[in-house]
């Protein structure tokens, strides 16, 4: 008896890419949204360790190819703020590491956004060098920048440094407590809409005031410059309640500011 069988070939599809996975979190991170970097053939995802606000932001990128999902650990990667205002557009001050390869999975950068704004009015614009296909590329995401309360940010006119326009940013104590507390400041030049530097050559002498007791605070130092515009010290909060820290701010022996200060609210 002869026997016959027909077997039908199955049609083998493709199997669909993995989508990326987000990294292992060394830190607690707030996703703020993704995009493509178009022509690097990689996807961003991008995080902050709190909704972002004026003055001192920690922006982490993760970065992956478009096409596998595997994760981009190596380029060279920059973030450029900018604000949209209708008739005008500028920048702000931004801090990157420069480094090529990433930490714990991130690429870090610093925004110091100067004013708040809607997502469609401040924006990221990222551009990554891709090592994997050494191909470039670029991409954007809108970003919703709040009033940091109280400020944590200042701009003033130093008059008599030039009209230069100054920039100040308040990064410590961000949870302050009664007693010595590091203190951190940070200041930039604006040298144009699109151009912002640090200040390396100032002297800061800072004077902490309770104004509903009337009276301030011993064993306070006044912060110095360590590097890339970071001015570092200590502050003595002696108990709770409303502070001022006054700023006075020197260039080569010479008062050119003293009307700023930060407020600080000790529960």
Same mark, same amino acid.
């Given at each position: ?7 039908? &070939?199955? !049609?083998?599809?493709? /199997?669909?890419?993995? /989508? ?21 053939? /990689?996807?961003?995802?991008?995080? /902050? ?6 003055? =001192? ?22 973030? *450029? ?18 480094? +090529?390869?990433?930490?714990?999975? =991130? ?26 296909? %050494?191909?470039?590329? %670029? ?16 701009? +003033? ?14 990064? *410590?104590?961000? &949870? ?23 200040? !390396? ?5 800072? %004077? ?22 970071? =001015?570092?010290?200590?502050?003595? $909060? ?19 500011? *003293?009307?700023? $200060?930060? !407020?600080?609210?000790? !529960?």
């Amino acid at each position: 008896m002869l026997v016959s069988f027909s077997c039908k &070939k199955e !049609e083998t599809k493709p /199997a669909p890419s993995p /989508a990326p996975v987000d990294p292992t979190p060394t830190l607690t991170l707030v996703k703020m949204g993704e995009t493509y970097l178009a022509g690097a053939g /990689a996807k961003a995802m991008v995080y /902050a360790k709190k909704a972002f606000e004026t003055g =001192y932001n920690e922006v982490y990128v993760a970065l992956y190819d478009s096409i596998d999902g595997s994760k981009l650990n190596s380029g060279h990667f920059g973030v *450029e703020p900018m604000m949209d205002m209708g008739i005008m557009q500028h920048s702000c001050p931004v801090e990157t590491t420069q480094d +090529t390869i990433t930490t714990n999975g =991130y690429f870090k950068s610093v925004v110091y956004f100067s004013m708040a704004g809607t997502a469609s009015q401040w924006r990221l614009d990222f551009s990554f060098h891709n090592h994997k296909n %050494e191909k470039y590329g %670029e991409g954007s995401l809108g970003a919703e920048v709040k009033a940091s309360s109280p400020s944590k940010f200042k701009i +003033t006119t130093l008059s008599l440094d030039s009209n230069k326009v100054l920039f100040l940013s308040f990064l *410590e104590p961000s &949870k302050p407590v009664v007693g010595i507390n590091d203190l951190e400041i940070v200041l930039h030049h604006k040298k144009s809409g699109m151009m912002y530097v640090p200040v !390396e050559n100032y002297t800061i002498e800072i %004077e902490p005031n309770m104004p509903s007791m009337g009276h301030g605070s011993p064993n306070n130092v006044n912060p110095t410059h360590q590097s890339k515009g970071h =001015y570092k010290g200590k502050v003595n $909060y002696t108990m709770t309640g409303l502070w001022q820290i006054k700023l006075k701010i020197y260039k080569a022996g010479v008062l050119i500011s *003293e009307d700023q $200060y930060f !407020e600080m609210t000790l !529960e």
